[in-house]
């Protein structure tokens, strides 16, 4: 179980992290959609695919709903313009006096229910952890806040090792060393299975941006 702030501050704590991802989305508008990111085997516009449909997948969960086909990936012609609306969803969907009472249907993650404070922190993370590829597909980085990293950081602690980490459909790959005296974002990154070296082909990291 994860232990973190009262429901009041983690729901800011994570609407911080989805407009994170929302700047981070921003940027790459007008960008090529086939550029390579960190997430093996998708490239921009699948990344940012997946993204909204996590988005309205979490949404739906936090309005009460229980629909499988929320979860189902559909490539739209406008992939930037797309997330930003399913964004501005999960957030007014969280929003709502009741969402943090629920117990919310999450089909993709097992035993497939939890706690409304647990669903936030999945998706707290998975938002820090998104807006990082994305920038980073385009030779960019992002900027943690001091607020928000404690909390990205303690989530990503709790997540699972070992077996789940393995599996063709896992969500995060295995943890990788993380040096002594890394940067709070660069442990993150490491716990969920990232490099913070990765770096697209078409360009080094600018390390001004």
Known sequence: MITIEDGAV??????????????AVRVAEGSPLDLE?????????????????QNRGFAAAARGEDDPAVWEARRTIDPVGD??????????????????????SLPEIPPGRFPAPLAVSFHLIDSVVHAWDVARSLGRSIY?????????????????TGAPRRGPDAAFAPVIDTPAGSETLDR??????????WTPEFAALDPDR
């Open 144 to 160: 943690l806040d001091p607020d928000l990293a404690p909390t990205a950081l303690s989530i990503a602690e709790a997540v699972p």
């Open 37 to 53: 990111t960190p997430c093996a085997g998708w490239d921009l516009g699948d990344l940012l695919t997946h993204m909204s449909t």
């Open 83 to 104: 997330y930003l609306r399913s964004a501005a969803e999960v957030i007014a969907a969280f929003a709502a006096p009741e969402a943090l009472t629920r117990t919310l």
């Open 10 to 23: 983690l729901l800011a704590r994570h609407e911080r992290a989805v407009r994170l991802s929302v700047e």
């Open 188 to 197: 993150i990154l490491r716990l969920l299975g990232r490099s913070p070296a």
